[in-house]
Nanobody, 120 residues
Framework: QVQLVESGGGLVQAGGSLRLSCVVSGRFLSINSMGWYRQGPGKQRELVAAITGGGSTNYADFVKGRFTISRDNAKNTVYLQMNSLKPEDTAVYYC??????????????WGQGTQVTVSS
């Protein structure tokens, strides 16, 4: 059973910072890409940032220069450092990972989400 467990969400004032973490556990051969998505009230889930196994990163335009994604492969963990937070960053943040389940099988997994609320 694979699990993705997020932590680090909470309430912060505008301009503040938070660091999200997501630990992947369970049975799998390797982790390919990892990423963070978010879903604000009444909105669709959207990509925030992603990182490949080789460390290449991709950011949504609305977080470029403010958020940084990183990963620790030894710990099966992906991080999202969020600086200069804005009220519009308020959302549930979800961790995502593409895992190799077997030699021929890759599967997409999601965490349960962590709430980030930015007050003005």
């Amino acid at each position: 059973q694979v699990q993705l467990v997020e932590s680090g969400g909470g309430l912060v004032q505008a301009g503040g910072s938070l660091r999200l973490s997501c630990v992947v556990s369970g049975r799998f051969l390797s982790i390919n890409s990892m990423g963070w998505y978010r879903q604000g009230p009444g909105k669709q889930r959207e990509l925030v940032a992603a990182i490949t196994g080789g460390g290449s990163t991709n950011y949504a335009d609305f977080v470029k220069g403010r958020f940084t994604i990183s990963r620790d492969n030894a710990k099966n963990t992906v991080y999202l450092q969020m600086n200069s937070l804005k009220p519009e960053d308020t959302a549930v943040y979800y961790c995502n990972a593409v895992l190799q389940s077997s030699v021929w099988s890759w599967n997409n997994y999601w965490g349960q989400g962590t709430q980030v609320t930015v007050s003005s």
